[in-house]
Protein backbone atom coordinates (compact mmCIF):
# COMPACT_ATOMS: atom_id res chain seq x y z
CA UNK A 1 0.00 0.00 0.00
CA UNK A 2 1.20 3.55 -0.40
CA UNK A 3 1.89 6.19 2.35
CA UNK A 4 -1.20 8.54 2.08
CA UNK A 5 -3.17 9.30 5.27
CA UNK A 6 -5.13 6.10 6.53
CA UNK A 7 -8.30 9.08 6.98
CA UNK A 8 -8.94 7.83 3.42
CA UNK A 9 -11.92 6.16 2.15
CA UNK A 10 -9.67 3.50 0.40
CA UNK A 11 -7.72 2.69 4.01
CA UNK A 12 -7.80 -0.78 4.09
CA UNK A 13 -9.50 -1.20 0.94
CA UNK A 14 -7.85 -3.29 -2.25
CA UNK A 15 -9.05 -2.42 -5.74
CA UNK A 16 -8.54 -5.40 -8.00
CA UNK A 17 -7.93 -3.79 -11.73
CA UNK A 18 -9.35 -6.51 -14.35
CA UNK A 19 -6.87 -6.34 -17.78
CA UNK A 20 -7.18 -9.83 -18.82
CA UNK A 21 -9.71 -9.19 -21.58
CA UNK A 22 -8.98 -10.11 -24.97
CA UNK A 23 -10.48 -6.33 -26.72
CA UNK A 24 -11.94 -8.45 -29.64
CA UNK A 25 -13.92 -5.79 -30.32
CA UNK A 26 -11.55 -2.89 -30.79
CA UNK A 27 -9.36 -5.09 -33.34
CA UNK A 28 -6.32 -3.23 -31.82
CA UNK A 29 -4.29 -5.68 -32.06
CA UNK A 30 -3.58 -6.48 -28.61
CA UNK A 31 -5.56 -6.87 -25.25
CA UNK A 32 -7.33 -4.17 -24.83
CA UNK A 33 -5.52 -3.04 -21.52
CA UNK A 34 -2.20 -2.41 -23.48
CA UNK A 35 -3.33 -0.78 -26.57
CA UNK A 36 -1.67 2.72 -26.51
CA UNK A 37 -3.45 5.24 -25.57
CA UNK A 38 -1.66 8.63 -25.69
CA UNK A 39 1.37 8.63 -24.48
CA UNK A 40 0.52 5.49 -22.12
CA UNK A 41 -2.00 2.84 -22.64
CA UNK A 42 -5.61 2.29 -21.41
CA UNK A 43 -4.12 0.20 -18.23
CA UNK A 44 -1.64 2.99 -17.75
CA UNK A 45 -4.25 5.80 -17.62
CA UNK A 46 -6.52 3.24 -15.58
CA UNK A 47 -3.66 3.36 -13.21
CA UNK A 48 -3.16 7.07 -13.05
CA UNK A 49 -6.69 7.17 -11.36
CA UNK A 50 -6.39 4.67 -9.01
CA UNK A 51 -3.29 5.18 -7.31
CA UNK A 52 -4.37 8.76 -6.93
CA UNK A 53 -7.71 7.29 -5.63
CA UNK A 54 -5.76 6.73 -1.81
CA UNK A 55 -3.94 4.12 -0.24
CA UNK A 56 -5.53 0.79 -1.24
CA UNK A 57 -4.00 -2.32 -1.92
CA UNK A 58 -3.55 -2.24 -5.95
CA UNK A 59 -3.88 -6.31 -7.63
CA UNK A 60 -3.74 -6.20 -11.26
CA UNK A 61 -5.13 -9.21 -13.18
CA UNK A 62 -3.76 -9.51 -16.57
CA UNK A 63 -3.35 -12.18 -19.67
CA UNK A 64 -0.99 -14.45 -19.57
CA UNK A 65 2.71 -13.33 -20.91
CA UNK A 66 1.56 -9.54 -19.59
CA UNK A 67 3.12 -9.91 -16.08
CA UNK A 68 6.05 -7.94 -16.80
CA UNK A 69 4.68 -5.29 -18.99
CA UNK A 70 1.36 -4.69 -16.47
CA UNK A 71 4.73 -4.50 -13.75
CA UNK A 72 6.06 -1.75 -16.18
CA UNK A 73 2.95 0.49 -15.93
CA UNK A 74 2.63 0.52 -12.12
CA UNK A 75 5.45 3.84 -11.98
CA UNK A 76 6.76 2.53 -9.05
CA UNK A 77 3.95 2.07 -7.25
CA UNK A 78 3.28 -1.40 -4.91
CA UNK A 79 0.67 -3.95 -6.94
CA UNK A 80 0.36 -7.35 -6.92
CA UNK A 81 -0.09 -8.37 -10.82
CA UNK A 82 -2.02 -12.20 -11.17
CA UNK A 83 -2.65 -14.03 -14.39
CA UNK A 84 -6.80 -14.16 -15.20
CA UNK A 85 -8.85 -16.67 -15.61
CA UNK A 86 -10.88 -17.85 -18.87
CA UNK A 87 -13.77 -15.26 -18.07
CA UNK A 88 -14.45 -12.08 -15.99
CA UNK A 89 -15.84 -13.99 -13.09
CA UNK A 90 -12.79 -15.94 -12.88
CA UNK A 91 -10.04 -13.12 -13.29
CA UNK A 92 -11.68 -11.47 -10.51
CA UNK A 93 -11.36 -14.33 -8.43
CA UNK A 94 -7.77 -14.88 -9.05
CA UNK A 95 -7.42 -11.33 -7.75
CA UNK A 96 -9.44 -12.12 -4.46
CA UNK A 97 -7.07 -14.95 -3.56
CA UNK A 98 -4.18 -12.58 -3.15
CA UNK A 99 -5.94 -10.04 -0.75
CA UNK A 100 -3.75 -8.84 2.20
CA UNK A 101 -4.29 -8.96 5.50
CA UNK A 102 -6.17 -6.16 7.27
CA UNK A 103 -8.39 -5.49 3.94
CA UNK A 104 -11.87 -4.75 4.93
CA UNK A 105 -13.74 -3.35 1.40
CA UNK A 106 -12.96 -4.48 -2.28
CA UNK A 107 -13.34 -2.66 -5.54
CA UNK A 108 -13.36 -4.23 -8.45
CA UNK A 109 -12.50 -1.78 -11.56
CA UNK A 110 -12.68 -2.05 -15.24
CA UNK A 111 -9.17 -1.18 -16.83
CA UNK A 112 -10.95 -0.26 -19.91
CA UNK A 113 -12.53 2.79 -17.88
CA UNK A 114 -9.39 4.18 -18.28
CA UNK A 115 -10.56 7.73 -17.44
CA UNK A 116 -12.57 6.95 -14.46
CA UNK A 117 -12.05 9.87 -11.98
CA UNK A 118 -10.30 9.10 -8.77
CA UNK A 119 -12.68 10.95 -6.89
CA UNK A 120 -14.81 7.89 -8.15
CA UNK A 121 -13.18 5.72 -6.06
CA UNK A 122 -13.57 6.94 -3.21
CA UNK A 123 -16.87 7.97 -3.53
CA UNK A 124 -17.56 3.95 -3.82
CA UNK A 125 -15.30 2.98 -0.70
CA UNK A 126 -17.18 5.69 1.83
CA UNK A 127 -20.64 4.42 1.09
CA UNK A 128 -19.79 0.79 1.51
CA UNK A 129 -21.34 -1.01 4.43
CA UNK A 130 -21.74 -4.30 5.82
CA UNK A 131 -24.22 -6.34 3.60
CA UNK A 132 -23.87 -3.50 1.58
CA UNK A 133 -22.03 -3.18 -2.42
CA UNK A 134 -22.37 0.34 -4.04
CA UNK A 135 -21.75 1.04 -7.66
CA UNK A 136 -21.43 3.97 -9.56
CA UNK A 137 -24.32 4.90 -11.88
CA UNK A 138 -25.53 7.35 -14.34
CA UNK A 139 -29.26 7.87 -15.41
CA UNK A 140 -30.23 6.73 -18.79
CA UNK A 141 -31.01 9.65 -21.45
CA UNK A 142 -31.60 8.03 -24.39
CA UNK A 143 -35.89 6.90 -25.36
CA UNK A 144 -35.88 3.19 -24.88
CA UNK A 145 -38.26 1.32 -26.70
CA UNK A 146 -38.44 -2.80 -26.07
CA UNK A 147 -38.39 -4.66 -29.34
CA UNK A 148 -39.15 -7.86 -30.83
CA UNK A 149 -37.40 -8.46 -34.18
CA UNK A 150 -38.09 -5.29 -36.76
CA UNK A 151 -41.15 -4.52 -34.27
CA UNK A 152 -40.83 -1.60 -31.45
CA UNK A 153 -43.47 -3.25 -28.87
CA UNK A 154 -43.44 -0.99 -25.94
CA UNK A 155 -41.46 2.15 -24.80
CA UNK A 156 -39.04 1.83 -21.32
CA UNK A 157 -39.35 3.76 -18.38
CA UNK A 158 -35.75 5.15 -18.30
CA UNK A 159 -36.47 7.06 -14.72
CA UNK A 160 -36.11 3.19 -13.14
CA UNK A 161 -32.50 2.93 -15.14
CA UNK A 162 -29.42 3.24 -14.88
CA UNK A 163 -26.28 3.00 -16.18
CA UNK A 164 -23.90 0.74 -14.32
CA UNK A 165 -19.99 1.87 -14.14
CA UNK A 166 -16.69 0.39 -11.78
CA UNK A 167 -15.30 0.96 -9.31
CA UNK A 168 -17.57 -1.47 -7.81
CA UNK A 169 -17.13 -2.09 -4.19
CA UNK A 170 -18.55 -4.64 -1.58
CA UNK A 171 -17.43 -5.65 2.24
CA UNK A 172 -14.30 -7.86 1.87
CA UNK A 173 -16.12 -11.40 3.60
CA UNK A 174 -19.29 -10.70 1.76
CA UNK A 175 -17.86 -10.59 -1.82
CA UNK A 176 -15.50 -13.58 -1.23
CA UNK A 177 -18.58 -15.67 0.15
CA UNK A 178 -20.64 -14.67 -2.76
CA UNK A 179 -17.65 -15.62 -4.99
CA UNK A 180 -17.43 -19.60 -3.50
CA UNK A 181 -21.29 -19.61 -3.77
CA UNK A 182 -20.72 -18.53 -7.52
CA UNK A 183 -18.54 -21.40 -7.93
CA UNK A 184 -20.32 -23.79 -6.19
CA UNK A 185 -23.37 -23.07 -8.51
CA UNK A 186 -21.52 -22.53 -11.77
CA UNK A 187 -23.40 -19.72 -12.69
CA UNK A 188 -21.80 -16.75 -14.42
CA UNK A 189 -23.28 -12.92 -13.71
CA UNK A 190 -23.11 -10.05 -16.05
CA UNK A 191 -20.85 -7.78 -12.85
CA UNK A 192 -20.50 -8.31 -9.34
CA UNK A 193 -22.95 -6.47 -7.96
CA UNK A 194 -25.20 -9.21 -9.90
CA UNK A 195 -23.06 -12.09 -8.14
CA UNK A 196 -23.34 -10.15 -4.71
CA UNK A 197 -26.85 -9.76 -5.03
CA UNK A 198 -27.64 -13.23 -6.21
CA UNK A 199 -26.01 -14.01 -2.70
CA UNK A 200 -28.06 -11.71 -1.11
CA UNK A 201 -26.40 -9.02 -0.36
CA UNK A 202 -27.78 -5.57 -1.05
CA UNK A 203 -26.43 -2.72 -3.85
CA UNK A 204 -27.15 0.69 -3.63
CA UNK A 205 -25.34 3.04 -6.11
CA UNK A 206 -23.71 6.78 -6.41
CA UNK A 207 -23.70 9.12 -9.03
CA UNK A 208 -20.78 7.68 -11.73
CA UNK A 209 -18.81 10.23 -13.78
CA UNK A 210 -18.94 10.63 -17.77
CA UNK A 211 -15.52 9.96 -17.93
CA UNK A 212 -15.70 6.71 -16.69
CA UNK A 213 -17.12 5.55 -19.71
CA UNK A 214 -15.68 1.82 -21.35
CA UNK A 215 -13.46 1.53 -23.85
CA UNK A 216 -14.55 -0.83 -26.42
CA UNK A 217 -14.74 -0.10 -29.84
CA UNK A 218 -12.06 2.27 -31.95
CA UNK A 219 -14.84 4.75 -31.62
CA UNK A 220 -14.57 4.71 -27.84
CA UNK A 221 -10.79 4.52 -28.19
CA UNK A 222 -11.13 7.97 -30.21
CA UNK A 223 -13.04 9.54 -28.01
CA UNK A 224 -10.49 8.50 -25.08
CA UNK A 225 -7.55 10.32 -27.10
CA UNK A 226 -9.63 13.50 -28.25
CA UNK A 227 -10.72 14.06 -23.96
CA UNK A 228 -6.97 13.42 -23.51
CA UNK A 229 -5.73 15.77 -25.92
CA UNK A 230 -8.24 18.56 -25.23
CA UNK A 231 -7.05 18.69 -21.30
CA UNK A 232 -3.41 18.32 -21.74
CA UNK A 233 -3.54 21.26 -24.87
CA UNK A 234 -1.26 24.27 -22.87
CA UNK A 235 -3.81 26.84 -21.41
CA UNK A 236 -3.71 30.02 -19.51
CA UNK A 237 -3.13 27.64 -16.34
CA UNK A 238 -2.03 24.33 -16.67
CA UNK A 239 0.06 22.98 -19.40
CA UNK A 240 1.29 18.66 -20.33
CA UNK A 241 0.18 15.81 -19.52
CA UNK A 242 -3.23 15.62 -17.83
CA UNK A 243 -2.78 14.67 -14.39
CA UNK A 244 -4.86 11.63 -12.63
CA UNK A 245 -8.19 13.10 -11.84
CA UNK A 246 -8.39 15.89 -13.85
CA UNK A 247 -11.37 16.03 -16.33
CA UNK A 248 -13.04 18.63 -18.81
CA UNK A 249 -15.32 20.93 -16.77
CA UNK A 250 -19.07 20.56 -17.28
CA UNK A 251 -21.36 23.47 -18.45
CA UNK A 252 -25.63 23.55 -18.00
CA UNK A 253 -27.74 26.24 -18.49
CA UNK A 254 -30.85 27.37 -16.63
CA UNK A 255 -33.91 29.51 -17.40
CA UNK A 256 -36.76 30.64 -15.06
CA UNK A 257 -39.95 32.86 -15.59
CA UNK A 258 -42.05 34.22 -13.02
CA UNK A 259 -45.01 36.93 -13.12
CA UNK A 260 -45.84 39.63 -10.71
CA UNK A 261 -48.22 39.44 -8.36
CA UNK A 262 -50.60 41.50 -7.09
CA UNK A 263 -48.63 42.38 -3.44
CA UNK A 264 -45.95 41.53 -1.37
CA UNK A 265 -42.66 42.06 -1.50
CA UNK A 266 -40.02 41.21 -4.58
CA UNK A 267 -37.53 38.78 -3.66
CA UNK A 268 -34.92 38.86 -6.30
CA UNK A 269 -31.25 37.90 -6.93
CA UNK A 270 -30.88 37.42 -3.60
CA UNK A 271 -32.04 40.74 -1.73
CA UNK A 272 -35.59 42.00 -0.88
CA UNK A 273 -36.57 44.80 -3.10
CA UNK A 274 -38.89 47.15 -0.94
CA UNK A 275 -41.50 48.71 -3.01
CA UNK A 276 -41.37 46.37 -5.58
CA UNK A 277 -44.34 43.81 -6.26
CA UNK A 278 -43.00 39.99 -5.09
CA UNK A 279 -43.27 37.60 -7.48
CA UNK A 280 -45.27 34.61 -7.62
CA UNK A 281 -43.95 31.06 -7.08
CA UNK A 282 -43.91 28.34 -4.86
CA UNK A 283 -41.22 29.47 -2.85
CA UNK A 284 -40.04 33.24 -2.90
CA UNK A 285 -40.46 33.64 -6.43
CA UNK A 286 -36.65 34.29 -7.14
CA UNK A 287 -36.29 33.77 -10.59
CA UNK A 288 -32.29 34.67 -10.49
CA UNK A 289 -31.86 31.81 -7.89
CA UNK A 290 -33.90 29.12 -9.03
CA UNK A 291 -32.27 29.65 -12.89
CA UNK A 292 -28.78 29.16 -10.92
CA UNK A 293 -29.96 26.15 -9.24
CA UNK A 294 -31.24 24.47 -12.64
CA UNK A 295 -28.48 25.48 -14.72
CA UNK A 296 -25.75 23.90 -11.36
CA UNK A 297 -27.81 20.64 -10.94
CA UNK A 298 -27.94 20.43 -15.45
CA UNK A 299 -24.40 20.93 -15.27
CA UNK A 300 -23.67 18.36 -13.07
CA UNK A 301 -26.58 15.93 -14.60
CA UNK A 302 -28.46 15.90 -11.44
CA UNK A 303 -31.93 16.41 -12.43
CA UNK A 304 -33.63 20.04 -12.22
CA UNK A 305 -35.17 22.53 -9.57
CA UNK A 306 -38.47 20.68 -9.56
CA UNK A 307 -37.19 17.03 -8.78
CA UNK A 308 -35.06 18.26 -5.61
CA UNK A 309 -37.50 21.73 -4.30
CA UNK A 310 -41.10 21.21 -6.13
CA UNK A 311 -43.96 20.56 -4.94
CA UNK A 312 -43.26 17.29 -3.89
CA UNK A 313 -41.28 18.58 -1.04
CA UNK A 314 -43.68 20.91 0.88
CA UNK A 315 -40.82 22.20 3.20
CA UNK A 316 -39.18 24.24 1.17
CA UNK A 317 -42.83 26.57 0.39
CA UNK A 318 -41.91 29.60 1.04
CA UNK A 319 -38.08 29.23 1.30
CA UNK A 320 -35.80 31.89 -0.04
CA UNK A 321 -33.81 30.89 -2.97
CA UNK A 322 -30.69 31.24 -0.87
CA UNK A 323 -31.64 28.22 0.58
CA UNK A 324 -32.48 26.18 -2.59
CA UNK A 325 -28.70 27.65 -3.54
CA UNK A 326 -27.30 26.58 -0.36
CA UNK A 327 -28.67 22.94 -0.82
CA UNK A 328 -28.10 22.69 -4.22
CA UNK A 329 -23.96 23.42 -3.38
CA UNK A 330 -24.51 20.74 -0.89
CA UNK A 331 -26.10 18.43 -3.68
CA UNK A 332 -22.98 18.83 -5.81
CA UNK A 333 -20.46 17.98 -3.10
CA UNK A 334 -21.75 14.80 -1.93
CA UNK A 335 -21.79 14.42 -5.54
CA UNK A 336 -18.59 15.00 -6.12
CA UNK A 337 -18.90 18.54 -8.29
CA UNK A 338 -16.82 21.62 -7.25
CA UNK A 339 -18.50 25.03 -8.92
CA UNK A 340 -16.05 26.72 -11.36
CA UNK A 341 -18.45 30.15 -11.65
CA UNK A 342 -21.85 31.32 -12.39
CA UNK A 343 -23.18 33.91 -14.52
CA UNK A 344 -26.63 34.75 -14.78
CA UNK A 345 -28.65 37.36 -16.74
CA UNK A 346 -32.83 38.38 -16.19
CA UNK A 347 -34.82 40.74 -18.63
CA UNK A 348 -37.23 43.06 -17.24
CA UNK A 349 -38.21 46.89 -17.19
CA UNK A 350 -37.89 46.50 -12.48
CA UNK A 351 -36.27 46.39 -10.62
CA UNK A 352 -33.65 48.74 -11.23
CA UNK A 353 -30.54 46.61 -10.96
CA UNK A 354 -27.21 48.37 -11.11
CA UNK A 355 -26.91 50.31 -7.76
CA UNK A 356 -27.16 47.02 -6.10
CA UNK A 357 -25.34 44.40 -8.67
CA UNK A 358 -22.30 43.92 -6.21
CA UNK A 359 -24.73 43.33 -3.86
CA UNK A 360 -26.68 40.53 -5.30
CA UNK A 361 -23.30 38.98 -6.44
CA UNK A 362 -22.42 38.86 -3.35
CA UNK A 363 -25.09 37.54 -1.64
CA UNK A 364 -25.38 34.84 -4.52
CA UNK A 365 -21.71 33.61 -3.87
CA UNK A 366 -22.01 33.70 -0.50
CA UNK A 367 -24.96 30.82 -0.40
CA UNK A 368 -23.30 28.76 -3.35
CA UNK A 369 -20.45 28.84 -0.48
CA UNK A 370 -18.09 31.56 -2.18
CA UNK A 371 -18.50 30.41 -5.60
CA UNK A 372 -18.02 33.57 -8.45
CA UNK A 373 -21.79 34.54 -9.12
CA UNK A 374 -21.75 37.62 -12.12
CA UNK A 375 -25.48 39.05 -12.66
CA UNK A 376 -26.45 41.15 -14.82
CA UNK A 377 -29.90 43.00 -16.19
CA UNK A 378 -30.88 44.18 -19.44
CA UNK A 379 -34.99 45.38 -20.71
CA UNK A 380 -36.59 43.70 -24.28
CA UNK A 381 -37.11 47.47 -25.32
CA UNK A 382 -40.96 47.02 -24.97
CA UNK A 383 -41.42 43.86 -26.31
CA UNK A 384 -42.95 40.63 -25.03
CA UNK A 385 -44.46 39.86 -21.10
CA UNK A 386 -40.52 41.17 -19.53
CA UNK A 387 -41.76 44.10 -21.68
CA UNK A 388 -44.74 44.86 -20.79
CA UNK A 389 -43.85 44.42 -17.07
CA UNK A 390 -46.01 41.41 -16.35
CA UNK A 391 -43.22 39.68 -14.62
CA UNK A 392 -39.08 38.85 -15.32
CA UNK A 393 -37.43 35.73 -16.94
CA UNK A 394 -33.68 34.44 -16.25
CA UNK A 395 -30.85 32.60 -17.86
CA UNK A 396 -28.54 31.60 -16.21
CA UNK A 397 -24.98 29.70 -17.38
CA UNK A 398 -22.96 27.30 -14.67
CA UNK A 399 -19.58 25.32 -14.98
CA UNK A 400 -18.65 23.00 -12.69
CA UNK A 401 -15.70 19.75 -12.86
CA UNK A 402 -15.29 16.98 -10.63
CA UNK A 403 -13.37 17.15 -8.20
CA UNK A 404 -9.85 15.73 -7.86
CA UNK A 405 -8.08 13.63 -6.06
CA UNK A 406 -4.58 13.32 -5.45
Do not use: C
Not at 118 to 132: E, I, L, R, T, Y
Not at 203 to 219: C, D, Q, Y
Not at 335 to 363: D, L, Y
Amino acid sequence: MNDQSSSSPLAHSAVIVVAAGSGTRLAAGAPKAFVPLGESTVLGHALDGVFAAGPAQVILVVPVGFESVASSMTGGHPAEVVVGGDTRQGSVEAGLAVLADGIDTVLVHDAARALTPSAQFAAVAAAVAPGVGVIPALPVVDTLKRVHGGEVVAPVDRAELAAAQTPQGFPRTELVAAYARAVDQRVEYTDDAALFAAAGGAVRHVLGSEEAFKITTPHDLERARMILDAVAAPGPRETGRPVAGMVIPRIGIGTDVHAFSSGGTLRLAGLDWPGEPALEGHSDGDAVAHAIVDALLGAAGLGDIGQHFGTAHPEYAGAHGDVFLARTAEILTESGFAIGNVSVQFQGNRPRFSARRAEAEQALSAALGGAPVAVSATTTDGLGFPGRGEGIAVTAVALVHSIAQG
